[in-house]
């Protein structure tokens, strides 16, 4: 019998105790398992390898996703490491340009070095992705809607790219959306990413991954370099990440719903040079994210017409949304990826991917909308635009001032 989202959401990987009845699936706070003789266990040897509470995370995700199997990592990076550590020296990516710092250094300042070889391109055009492929090309990675321009691509498109070249694989980080609003599995993408310490928690107190696919073997794959890294989430982190994905489609109606109505609001400023968010007809994929998603997300861009010290300045200036790392709460975030996100990111690459010196990222929770608005108002008022030319002062200064970008 198939069953809906909610009810996968509370139910699915998590039956009540069959010992106690407890309906709250336990916490199995234990490092290792006892054997009735060398090699013959209850199904569990060490929780490295395996723990109770992280496989009922594994199997409520990949039920979410409509995926028949999930490996859950210590945090989203983790999880894009393992992917990686599927390929080999010499092999290539082609990864979506707008891309989140983390991934992109990860690709760059350390995978690189190992002999694996990217090219970022705009995957919303098939032309450059078809040119950007090689006969060495292992792997394509996007993300849709993007971090943190929130570009939309095609994901039935690219995979059918994919499709066409034996050996070749899609990988889609769907932390904006969640798996509420879209299944790249049923896309056609073979492995679906997500930090789990976004939406899937929800609540700013876990960090944590996960990956998801159909294919059993590179599901097998997948857990033996879980195993073999050893990069997992304890079991309090996946008991609050299970707790969170209870409330998963109910968290997005609200945070879809106060999105549509703060991006509204920021597109009609006169301080706001421009809002990226998929739920404005205007937005460039629209018709796409209208297609393949059920809601148009929470995450909202914009930039300010102002410069880097006016978008740190205003930044600093609101009282209900928090100046944070990540996404993903209950809690309004707020962040200026040019020195936050996406410090670890070269200023020319930041540049030519569309990241200006002015862009502020939100992460658009689920408090009152008016209240939310009424915040981003006050801030606004208090802004002063910049002409053109004194609006790219500055920046390297502040990525320097904030550090490396840690969070997504």
């Known amino acids: 019998m198939s069953h809906g989202f909610d009810t996968l959401a509370i139910h699915a990987g998590q039956p009540n105790d069959d010992r106690t009845g407890a309906v709250a699936f336990p916490i199995y706070q234990t490092s290792t398992y006892g054997q009735s003789e060398p090699g013959v266990t209850k199904g569990f040897s060490y929780s490295r390898t395996d723990n109770p509470t992280r ?9 979410l996703e409509g995926g028949g199997f999930g490996i859950a990592f210590s945090s989203g990076l983790a999880a894009a490491s393992a992917c990686l550590s599927l390929l ?31 090219a970022f391109v705009d995957m919303t055009n098939p032309a450059r992705l078809e040119a950007a492929l090689r006969p060495a090309t292992k792997l394509l990675w996007l993300e849709s809607p993007s971090n943190p321009l929130l570009r939309v691509t095609d994901i039935a498109a690219v995979a059918g790219v994919a499709k066409k070249r034996p050996g070749l694989r899609l990988v889609v980080d769907n932390t904006f959306a969640s798996p509420y609003l879209q299944r790249p599995l049923d896309l056609g993408a073979d492995i679906v990413l997500h930090s789990t310490t976004k939406y899937l928690s929800g609540h700013s107190d876990v960090i944590g991954g996960a990956l998801v ?71 460039r994929g629209h018709d796409i994210a209208k297609r393949q998603q059920k809601l148009f997300g929470a995450m909202v861009s914009f930039e300010l017409a102002a ?3 006016e978008a740190k300045a205003f930044s600093s200036r609101t009282r209900i949304f928090t100046l944070a790392e ?34 502020i990222r939100l992460s658009v929770g689920i408090e009152d909308p008016a209240d939310l608005i009424d915040d981003l108002a006050q801030a606004l008022d208090q ?26």
């Open 55 to 63: 496989r009922a995370l594994e199997e409520n995700i990949a039920a």
């Open 88 to 118: 080999r020296s010499g092999d290539h990516i082609v990864a979506a340009r707008d891309l989140y710092g983390g991934v992109y250094r990860l690709f760059t300042k350390v995978y690189a070095k190992f002999g694996l070889e990217f």
């Open 213 to 283: 696919t159909r294919d059993s073997g590179l599901a097998g794959e997948l857990r033996f370099i879980q195993n073999a890294v050893g990069a997992v989430p304890g079991p309090q982190d996946c008991f609050l990440t299970l707790r969170g994905i209870k409330t998963l489609g109910l968290r997005m109606e609200r945070h879809c719903a106060n999105a549509a109505k703060v991006a509204a609001f920021l597109e009609g400023h006169p301080k706001i040079a421009r809002v990226y968010f998929p739920g404005l007809p205007g937005h």
């Open 307 to 309: 410069g880097v010290e």
């Open 326 to 359: 990540s996404l993903g709460s209950v809690k309004s975030l707020l962040c200026h990826p040019p020195t936050m996100t996406h410090a670890s990111v070269e200023p020319e690459v930041r540049r030519r991917n569309g990241i200006s010196d002015g862009l």
């Open 383 to 408: 802004t002063v635009p910049l002409s053109r030319g004194q609006a790219g002062r500055g920046i390297e200064e502040a990525a320097t001032q904030f550090g490396p970008g840690g969070g997504s």
